[in-house]
Each structure stands twice: as structure tokens, then as C-alpha cells.
Nanobody
Framework: QVQLVESGGGLVQPGGSLRLSCAASGSIFSIYGMGWYRQAPGKQRELVAAITSGGSTNYADSVKGRFTISRDNAKNTMYLQMNSLKPEDTAVYYC???????????????WGQGTQVTVSS
């Protein structure tokens, strides 16, 4: 059993900040790539930011300069620091990770349950 659990979402005013976290637990041998996705009502799920096990990052153009993705490999945890939030950032944010569960196991994709971020005054 492997679980990804997001936390840190909530209601924030435009211009405010939130920090999301994603904690992986269970039988984990290694975590490779990780990323944050979001889905707003009526919209497709989109990649917000991604990070490799070595710390290389990529961001959607819409969040560059405002969001920062990071990870703590020792804690199997990933973060998304979101600053200067805009109403258009409102969405359910999902954690995604490529995880190997054991020495003889392959890598597969896991998703968290999502956490709601609402940016509104």
C-alpha cells in the first residue's frame, strides 16, 4: 500500500500565499519524478510544476515566478509554495509521483486525493 496525501489547501485572498505539501507513505523503495497538477471546474487537469529526484524543476508558464516546487527526499515529501495567488489559481491540486515499491518492483504512477485551493475575496 502506497498513499500520497496532500495538505495545506484552503481559502486565501488574492495576493496571498499558501504552501501545499504531499506526503508519501507505505511500502516505498524509491520515489523518482514528482509533480503538482491542478484541475479547475470545467477545465482539464494541468501540470503546474514537476521536480526530479535530483531537484530539477519545470513550471507552467502561468505560475513561473510565483510558485516554487521542492522536495525532501529523506521525508518522502514534496511541497508547493504558492505566492501572489490569483483567482485563476483556484482549483483542486493533486500530487503525483512515480514510485518504486521494492528492489524487484517496477515503477508506477500514484495520485493523491487532492486538496482544494480557493483564491477569493
Amino acid at each position: 500500500q502506497v498513499q500520497l496525501v496532500e495538505s495545506g489547501g484552503g481559502l486565501v485572498q488574492p495576493g496571498g500565499s499558501l504552501r501545499l505539501s504531499c506526503a508519501a507513505s507505505g511500502s516505498i523503495f524509491s520515489i523518482y519524478g514528482m509533480g503538482w497538477y491542478r484541475q479547475a471546474p470545467g477545465k482539464q487537469r494541468e501540470l503546474v510544476a514537476a521536480i526530479t529526484s535530483g531537484g530539477s524543476t519545470n513550471y507552467a508558464d502561468s505560475v513561473k515566478g510565483r510558485f516554487t516546487i521542492s522536495r525532501d527526499n529523506a521525508k518522502n515529501t514534496m511541497y508547493l509554495q504558492m505566492n501572489s495567488l490569483k483567482p485563476e489559481d483556484t482549483a483542486v491540486y493533486y500530487c503525483n509521483a512515480d514510485i518504486r515499491r521494492g528492489v524487484v518492483a517496477g515503477t508506477r504512477d500514484y495520485w493523491g486525493q487532492g486538496t482544494q485551493v480557493t483564491v477569493s475575496s
